[in-house]
């Protein structure tokens, strides 16, 4: 709710290039982007660093496909004998051959590939989604701007005066700090009591 979701997302998927073996340049990444500038994309870049506490172990979504790629690999190379087959029949052959024709859970396997396929053959490539989709996101949208804080909303001159070190801060921010420190401790002590004495 303090930052708009677009805003973090371009940072995120920026940060989602870099987890590939191929360097994508900030600025070839900005120009894919409407109305944005590679500023724009770093504004918000300590924030996510610091939602994800530092952590960048990005378990990337192919990693779990790996084994099973290079199996069909050597499959490719007739080091694991199969059936003279491609794409669908692959599939079908090697979920077999991991489960056998009558498990179960194969079968369910099968249904939720197919049933992705089919998903991904729906979805047109630049669609940019059905009217009403884009009038229900706009509409909760402007719900979303009334509810942000306003002196969150230009990441990029917060970011700026943050570079620039000027270490001068808004007396209203400060202020607005220490009263909700002092809030704080008193619902804590409405919380748990009052300290304990010793007599």
């Known amino acids: 709710m303090t930052y708009a979701p677009d805003t973090i997302l371009r940072t995120a ?45 990005v378990r990337h979504p192919f990693r779990a496909l790996e084994g099973a790629v290079m199996e069909m690999g050597a499959m490719a190379q007739g080091a694991v004998p199969y059936n003279e087959s491609a794409d669908e029949e692959l599939i079908h052959w090697y979920i077999a051959s991991k489960f056998g024709t009558e ?16 998903m991904l053959q729906t979805i047109e490539p630049v669609a940019a989604g059905p009217t009403t989709e884009r009038k229900a996101i706009s ?16 990441l990029v001159a917060l970011q700026k005066v943050k570079r620039e070190g000027d270490g001068v801060e808004d007396e209203k921010v400060i202020k607005k700090r220490k ?8 619902e804590a002590d409405e919380l748990f009591g009052p300290g304990l004495t010793t007599g």
Do not use: W
């Open 13 to 57: 998927l920026f940060f989602a290039t870099k987890t590939e073996n191929h360097y994508f340049r900030l600025s070839k990444f900005a120009e894919a982007i409407a109305n944005t500038k590679p500023e724009d994309v770093l504004a918000s870049e300590f924030l996510l660093t610091q939602g994800l506490r530092f952590t960048f172990d």
């Open 139 to 154: 509409a909760l949208a402007k719900k979303l701007k009334k509810c942000r804080n306003p002196e969150k909303i230009d």
């Open 103 to 118: 498990d179960p859970m194969a079968q369910k396997i099968l249904i939720v590939l197919s049933d992705c396929a089919g």
């Open 179 to 186: 009263m909700e420190r002092e809030k704080v401790a008193r």
